[in-house]
């Protein structure tokens, strides 16, 4: 059964950073193309960044040039990099896998399978 194990996150003061990390199981990770997602409190589930297997990374608007994608397939992990965090990143975090074509908005709710990471919590304090 594949299964995604989310580690990271906590609650930071605004400038401060995060690392997240998320590491696969049960599936062949190093042809998988990984990505996270984040959810606000009354907001939907809103891309963050992706990154191919051939390590084409993608940033969301309101995070590129503050966050940064990287994997380590002989870990079968990636991670999320968070810099100069702001209030309004405080979301719960989640990774996934190959989520498709890996839309701007994911839903009112981020999805729960076994492509999903279980959530992780971010809070920045102004």
């Known amino acids: 059964e594949v299964h995604l194990e989310q580690s990271g996150g906590g609650a930071v003061q605004a400038g401060g950073s995060l690392t997240l990390s998320c590491t696969a199981s049960?599936?062949?990770?190093?042809?998988?193309?990984m990505g996270w997602y984040r959810q606000a409190p009354g907001y939907g589930c809103e891309l963050v960044s992706t990154?191919?297997?051939?390590?084409?990374?993608y940033y969301g608007d309101r995070v590129r040039g503050r966050f940064t994608i990287s994997r380590s397939d002989a870990k079968n992990t990636v991670y999320l990099q968070m810099t100069s965090l702001r209030p309004d990143d405080t979301a719960v975090y989640y990774c996934?896998?190959?989520?498709?074509?890996?839309?701007?908005?994911?839903?009112?709710?981020?999805?729960?399978?076994?492509?999903w990471g279980q959530g992780t919590q971010v809070t920045v304090s102004s």
């Open positions: 990154l191919s297997r051939r390590s084409r990374a």
């Open positions: 996934a896998a190959d989520y498709g074509a890996w839309p701007e908005s994911a839903g009112s709710t981020c999805p729960k399978d076994d492509h």
């Open positions: 049960a599936f062949t990770f190093v042809d998988s193309d």
